[in-house]
């Protein structure tokens, strides 16, 4: 059962023309059409189902810049100011608490990663430092786990995903952005090769930019208009606990399991160290470009060929503005979660924590991840098709970034000095 988020008032007319339609209301399209409306841009969040109801409801709420690759640091950075006045700014509280993040390594070659990430990002602003096992053992009391030492940035901290899209998506209203939701996007309108508006099940929408952030689906819809996309599908089995004792505010990833603590007092908990690989026809059109990745990552994939690859062949990769879309027939992405892995993850974590055996699980749920080869996201401008721009591919870090990759977009659109260096997030790299 997915986590239900606060709902939302959204609009059910759809307008004749607008400056920006966003496709996609997850955190980054939510947030991108918050910074439009506070510019006084005209904006409209077209949504094929419910505002948040796949990965932006269903991540673990961590916000980190904690072991992102040097190049994704500056967003992330960025990411930590707009996190900490998001409060003011939707007037409404997020979950945000700046509580910090750790990350245990059970033995010297998990330990040496920390090291050689922490030496690459020596130049960034950061305020990561290695732990001794004597340090997580006071900061994290009541363990019996054997760890080597860890890493610790502090300044990392945790969001709610129940509360913080909502409160976004409502404050987008209030400055002015219409949110539609049940209403898919098939297609593009074009002009002399130029974004002209876009074609909804309901009917057109003109508009002079278009801003892709539909997550998982962003492929197939851009596979629609001949334009590629690397991205593959991942699934996470999350659970939450009830509100209990624990043994730290800190936020904890151990190889095999991950915690951090919620506002009402329970924990999200999961194996941090699985993933499962559905494979679909993209698993055999794209694997190559992934190679590299598994070779350093296969331990944590759990490859299964099931349903999942009868369900993907059933939706069409090709189809006019004329015809019902894959996104009609498909609207929420709502896979289910793997009991194994949770399993997993309270068998380890109850042995390195053992206040966990209270532990009261309320909910499970599973969360389809866009995973790109490099797991940096794409924002960018799409040079074939002028107008449209693209959020996506945010490989499981979309929430924690959200507002800053969102705010990024918008800056993109307008063609206005940039809140980060956009150049690590173009689409064109995957072609070098």
Same mark, same amino acid.
């Not at 054997?146 to 990392?156: A, E, H, K």
């Not at 003109?206 to 596979?223: D, N, T, Y």
């Not at 915690?259 to 009402?264: A, E, N, Q, T, V």
């Not at 924690?400 to 063609?415: E, F, M, N, R, V």
């Given at each position: 059962?997915?986590?239900?988020?606060?709902?939302?008032?959204?609009?059910? $007319?759809?307008? =004749?023309?607008?400056?920006?339609?966003?496709?996609?209301?997850? !955190?980054?399209?939510?947030?991108?059409?918050?910074?439009?409306?506070?510019?006084?841009?005209?904006?409209?969040?077209?949504?094929?189902?419910? +505002?948040?109801?796949?990965?932006?409801?269903?991540?673990?709420?961590?916000?980190?810049?904690?072991?992102?690759?040097? #190049?994704?640091?500056?967003?992330?950075?960025?990411?930590?100011?707009?996190?900490?006045?998001?409060? $003011?700014?939707?007037?409404?509280?997020?979950?945000?608490?700046?509580?910090?993040?750790?990350?245990?390594?059970?033995?010297?070659? $998990?330990?040496?990663?920390?090291?050689?990430?922490?030496?690459?990002?020596?130049?960034?602003?950061?305020?990561? *430092?290695?732990?001794?096992?004597?340090?997580?053992?006071?900061?994290? #009391?009541?363990?019996?786990?054997?760890?080597?030492?860890?890493?610790?940035?502090?300044?990392? @901290?945790?969001?709610?995903?129940?509360? /913080?899209?909502? /409160?976004?998506?409502?404050?987008? +209203?209030?400055?002015?952005?219409?949110?539609?939701?049940?209403?898919?996007?098939?297609?593009?309108?074009?002009?002399?090769?130029?974004?002209? %508006?876009?074609?909804?099940?309901?009917? $057109?929408?003109?508009?002079?930019?278009?801003?892709?952030?539909? %997550?998982?689906?962003?492929?197939?819809?851009?596979?629609?208009?001949?334009?590629?996309?690397?991205?593959?599908?991942?699934?996470?089995?999350?659970?939450?606990? =009830?509100?209990?004792?624990?043994?730290?505010?800190?936020?904890?990833?151990?190889?095999?399991?991950?915690? *951090?603590? &919620?506002?009402? @007092?329970?924990?999200?908990?999961?194996?941090? %160290?699985?993933?499962?690989? #559905?494979?679909?026809?993209?698993?055999?059109?794209?694997?190559?470009?992934?190679? #590299?990745?598994?070779?350093?990552?296969?331990?944590?994939?759990?490859?299964?060929?099931?349903?999942?690859?009868?369900?993907?062949?059933?939706?069409?990769?090709?189809?006019?503005?004329?015809? !019902?879309?894959?996104?009609?027939?498909?609207?929420?992405?709502?896979?289910?979660?793997?009991?194994?892995?949770?399993?997993?993850?309270?068998?380890?974590?109850?042995?390195?924590?053992?206040?966990?055996?209270?532990?009261?699980?309320?909910?499970?749920?599973?969360?389809?991840?866009?995973?790109?080869?490099?797991?940096?996201?794409?924002?960018?401008?799409?040079?074939?098709?002028?107008?449209?721009?693209?959020?996506?591919?945010?490989?499981?870090?979309?929430?924690?970034?959200?507002?800053?990759?969102?705010?990024?977009?918008?800056?993109?659109?307008?063609?206005?000095?940039?809140?980060?260096?956009?150049?690590?997030? &173009?689409?064109?790299?995957?072609?070098?």
């Amino acid at each position: 059962m997915a986590p239900v988020i606060t709902p939302v008032s959204s609009s059910t $007319e759809l307008p =004749a023309s607008t400056t920006v339609v966003i496709i996609g209301a997850g !955190i980054v399209g939510l947030s991108a059409a918050l910074t439009l409306a506070e510019r006084g841009i005209p904006v409209v969040v077209l949504e094929k189902g419910r +505002i948040a109801a796949e990965q932006s409801s269903r991540n673990l709420g961590w916000v980190r810049k904690m072991s992102r690759s040097a #190049p994704d640091v500056p967003l992330a950075l960025a990411t930590d100011q707009l996190w900490a006045q998001m409060p $003011e700014r939707v007037g409404a509280d997020v979950g945000y608490r700046q509580a910090g993040i750790m990350y245990v390594a059970r033995n010297p070659a $998990e330990m040496h990663q920390h090291e050689q990430w922490l030496s690459s990002v020596r130049d960034l602003p950061l305020d990561s *430092r290695l732990l001794s096992a004597a340090q997580i053992n006071e900061m994290v #009391p009541g363990g019996q786990g054997r760890w080597v030492g860890g890493i610790y940035t502090p300044s990392d @901290g945790r969001a709610e995903p129940t509360l /913080a899209n909502s /409160a976004i998506a409502q404050a987008a +209203i209030k400055k002015g952005a219409l949110i539609i939701e049940n209403c898919a996007v098939r297609t593009l309108s074009l002009s002399a090769g130029r974004v002209s %508006g876009v074609m909804t099940e309901r009917g $057109e929408i003109r508009c002079e930019q278009v801003l892709l952030a539909g %997550g998982l689906w962003s492929r197939r819809f851009l596979s629609n208009q001949g334009i590629s996309l690397l991205t593959l599908p991942l699934v996470a089995s999350v659970m939450r606990t =009830a509100p209990m004792e624990g043994p730290t505010d800190i936020a904890v990833g151990a190889p095999n399991f991950s915690f *951090r603590k &919620r506002l009402d @007092g329970g924990f999200t908990i999961t194996q941090r %160290g699985a993933l499962y690989a #559905p494979l679909m026809l993209d698993s055999l059109l794209l694997g190559m470009h992934y190679l #590299p990745t598994l070779r350093a990552q296969w331990n944590n994939v759990r490859i299964s060929l099931g349903r999942e690859m009868v369900s993907d062949l059933m939706l069409a990769r090709r189809w006019k503005a004329d015809r !019902i879309s894959p996104f009609e027939y498909l609207r929420t992405m709502d896979p289910p979660c793997v009991p194994a892995l949770n399993k997993e993850a309270m068998t380890n974590l109850i042995a390195a924590w053992p206040v966990f055996k209270n532990a009261v699980i309320q909910q499970s749920w599973g969360g389809m991840i866009d995973v790109t080869p490099d797991s940096l996201p794409v924002i960018c401008p799409i040079d074939k098709i002028p107008g449209l721009t693209l959020a996506s591919g945010f490989s499981g870090h979309g929430f924690g970034t959200g507002p800053a990759a969102g705010q990024l977009a918008a800056d993109l659109i307008l063609d206005t000095p940039p809140l980060v260096n956009p150049s690590p997030y &173009r689409l064109d790299r995957f072609q070098k």
